[in-house]
């Protein structure tokens, strides 16, 4: 199973709005609206932020949103704010776990 | 709340076994609405599912790694282990142990810990 493709890096200015795209295939993410992302800022461990492709976790800001097309899950970041700073990972239940690469997201 | 701790060794020889153990607290291992899973992530590089296992004892690896994966269960202590045999410096990471739910995902995570794999 292969991982699930993100951009490397993806950047914003405070107040904008991001997306970052997690792209799988139609065994994965196409099929099953299992999709999960987490942040993980510098030495600290994975936070769950989206499950079920749009769901937040209690106490997750609602500047976080997930949606999906195809077999394409996206994070969108509202409202940018400097603690956002953070790598992101996607990932897809299918039977299977998969993660996807990674991506860096820097707040200018 | 659950909270999970990993522990165990932080430097492995090369092709000797890395062991380590999720300690769970704050609820039963034995729920059924959870997974117990291990999740890996090299130095400066992403995430990586191993596997995880379910309180019953079945159990679902990373293809990828399969072959010297053992994931198990100990109700009693309300811990789960894993085992990852024949390493090689490609095994150096921090491991992180975490519930998993096929719809909510990964939550809680471990602090996790690091292996180094090394003479």
């Known amino acids: 199973q292969s991982a699930l493709t993100q951009p490397a890096s993806v950047s914003g200015s405070p107040g904008q709005s991001i997306t970052i795209s997690c792209t799988g295939t139609s065994s994965d993410v196409g099929s099953y609206n299992l999709v999960s992302w987490y942040q993980q800022h510098p030495g600290k461990a994975p936070k769950l932020m989206i499950y079920e492709g749009s769901k937040r976790p209690s106490g997750v800001s609602n500047r976080f949103s997930g949606s999906k097309s195809g077999n394409t899950a996206s994070l969108t970041i509202s409202g940018l704010q400097a603690e956002d700073e953070a790598d992101y990972y996607c990932c897809s239940y299918a039977g299977s776990v998969v993660f996807g690469g990674g991506t860096k997201l820097t707040v200018l | 709340q659950l909270q999970l701790q990993e522990s165990g060794p932080g430097l492995v020889k090369p092709s000797e076994t890395l062991s380590l153990t999720c300690t769970v607290s704050?609820?039963?291992?034995?729920?059924?609405?959870?997974?117990w899973g291990w999740i890996r992530q090299p130095p400066g590089k992403g995430l990586e599912w191993i596997g995880s296992?379910?309180?019953?004892?079945?159990?679902y690896y990373n293809p990828s790694l399969k072959s010297r994966v053992t994931i198990s269960v100990d109700t009693s202590k309300n811990q789960f282990s894993l085992k990852l045999s024949s390493v090689t410096a490609a095994d150096t990471a921090v491991y992180y142990c975490?519930?998993?739910?096929?719809?909510?995902?990964?939550?809680?995570w471990g602090q996790g810990t690091l292996v180094t794999v090394s003479s």
């Open positions: 296992i379910y309180y019953s004892g079945s159990t």
């Open positions: 975490a519930t998993f739910n096929t719809v909510t995902g990964f939550d809680p």
């Open positions: 704050g609820g039963s291992i034995s729920s059924s609405s959870y997974y």
